[in-house]
């Protein structure tokens, strides 16, 4: 049976632990009911037990973004305990070789990339948002404000990584992760044009050098730090940018 359809649901994917797990603790701080998406169901529900000893109102999702009858279940089970999603957070995402700090990505160097790990890594962070948003969209359509947030990276700007001189000059190229994130950002402004006359905001938002498994805990933000800009562009107004790619300091050049 539907619970109230006054309460804003937000879904978040990869939500178990890392940027995903503090975006769900802090739209539930804004009294949103949060679904936390992870391939892995025990540790989703751990994830989610942990919210809700804290006051949350969280709940576990199984979800594997990359099987498109697991996130056709989850949004069946969505329309029917809530039946409307009103914040869709696409923060699922792999590197690839597991890491993407400069030192550990000489695996991801185009001349001698693993054509199969490149298809994994567009599988997750790409076809999967795909997967994922055009499952839960007529359940976006029944909410007065939907969002769509889709967590990409500063290192999927053209603009930025391919300035010489500039701060990501040290950043190895990659043929994996940071094409991804580029498509990744293109998708989201052709998802943003399409459903712009719908009143549904699509962005795109890069937290920053994260402190996450992805990057062996080396980064300088904490996970809450890197979820505040995913937060922002979730909880927009009606007269909130779409089509967009943010910062935690305001637009990134594309």
Do not use: C
């Not at 939500?15 to 998406?37: F, S, Y």
């Not at 995402?93 to 550990?104: A, E, K, L, R």
């Amino acid at each position: 049976m539907n619970e109230s359809t006054t309460q804003q649901v937000a879904m978040i994917t990869g939500a178990n632990k890392g940027i995903g797990r503090a975006t769900a603790e802090q739209l539930a701080g804004l009294g949103m009911t949060v679904l936390i998406g992870a391939r892995d169901r025990q540790r989703g529900e751990k994830a989610a037990a942990e919210l809700r000893a804290a006051g949350a109102d969280a709940h576990a999702v199984a979800l594997d973004v990359t099987d498109p009858a697991v996130v056709r279940g989850t949004a069946k089970w969505v329309e029917e305990r809530f039946g409307h999603l009103d914040v869709l957070v696409n923060n699922a995402g792999i590197t690839g070789s597991g890491q993407v700090s400069p030192q550990d990505a000489h695996d991801q160097l185009p001349s001698g990339i693993d054509l199969d790990m490149v298809r994994a890594v567009f599988e997750t962070n790409v076809f999967g948002v795909i997967t994922v948003i055009n499952a839960m969209l007529p359940l976006l359509r029944r909410s007065p404000a939907p969002r769509v947030v889709n967590v990409s990276s500063h290192a999927g700007s053209l603009t930025l990584t391919s300035d010489p001189d500039g701060p990501f000059a040290a950043l190895l190229p990659s043929a994996a992760y940071t094409p991804s994130k580029t498509a990744l950002n293109a998708l989201t402004v052709q998802y943003a044009n399409e459903l712009r006359k719908d009143g549904i905001l699509v962005n795109a938002v890069a937290p920053g050098y994260v402190d996450t498994d992805s990057n062996n805990h080396t980064g300088h933000l904490t996970p809450a730090q890197g979820a505040a800009v995913v937060v922002r562009l979730a909880t927009l107004g009606a007269d909130g940018p779409t089509a967009g790619f943010f910062g935690a300091d305001g637009p990134l050049p594309w």
